[in-house]
């Protein structure tokens, strides 16, 4: 697996079509009504890898196993979903469960396609969100709060910093400030605004390749605090059922676009979220994996199984340029250009590695 995100936004801004492009699926019902989505859907993509396809090639490996991206598509939030509105608390919980959230806002007019709140602004849509993300954390921390206050009194040292932290972390919501833009670690407090957010606008296709007076607002206020992205959901619907490549970029070239929604996506969340690839090549399989940036080789080998990391010995290591240049991994060694590393060695993006271990 890649990573997972959720995608969340007031009812339609376009958040189930978008899910139904980039899943090149029909599972979310994009309905002309709110909370058409009654139980989150999920989707699971594969990550395009053209370094994997080459390896796979020059290994004739006989499996292919790419990475892959889930996508939870998450019932459209209303003012006050913290109190329960709509169908609120069951569905902020449901964003727990994600590594980062794609926030969807309507920046396309369109009468025929009512707006929760009559018209269209999508700063207000954003802060609306925002607060009822806020507000929810505020109760969270509270709760957590009150548990760290009983064990601070009994001394516990790692309680006592814990509670600093979330008290600077609730006066933070308190004024507005999300868990991710504090100075505080808030991982231990699995909030909901500390997870990395991508504002998505949804746009019309005519402002799909330059963009409007809607998206460019949003990338004005929060562009320098977190990616925002330009997507026409009705083109990437569009996209999805292209399935010649040739055709597809053909496709984008006519419209003066350099990528699809769904690779804008993948991109931008590995960067968010700081992750990588390495690979494990053979002639049974060829398989990249997904690690955070900064993971030691043993980190990495727990990827693939947890007595990989506890028995890790060291570590063979090829480029994929030397694998698909010279020709499989044979002619790397008789070149001289594997390496072994030990534990220290911190994995780049790329890595091709064989793992040797202690069972």
Known sequence: MGF??????????GKSTLFNA???S????????????????????VVPDVTLLKLADVAKSQKIIPTQLEIVDIAGLVRGASAGEGLGNKFLGNILGVDAIIHVVRCFENDDIVHVNGRIDPLSDIDTIETELMLADIESIDKQIKNLEKKAHGQDKNAIKLLADANKLRDGLARGVPARSGDVDARPFNLLTAKPVIYVCNVDEASAATGNKFSNAVRE?????????????KIEMEIAQ????????????????RESGLDQVIRTGYSTLGLQTFYTVGPKEAHAWTITRGMTAPQAAGKIHTDFERGFIRAEIIS????????GELAV???????LVGKEYVMQDGD????????
Do not use: W
């Open 4 to 13: 997972n995100c959720g995608i969340v936004g007031l009812p339609n801004v």
């Open 22 to 24: 980039l899943t090149q």
């Open 26 to 45: 029909a599972a979310a019902d994009a309905q002309n009504y709110p909370f058409c989505t009654i139980e989150p859907n999920t989707g699971r993509v």
């Open 221 to 233: 206020k929060y562009g320098t605090v977190a990616p925002v992205l330009v997507i026409s959901s």
């Open 242 to 257: 292209i399935v010649d490549p040739a055709e597809r970029k053909m496709f984008l070239d006519d419209l003066g676009l």
């Open 320 to 327: 994929p340029s030397d694998f698909i240049t010279l020709g």
């Open 333 to 339: 060694r008789e070149a001289g250009k594997m390496r």
């Open 352 to 359: 091709i590695c064989h793992f040797l271990f202690n069972n």
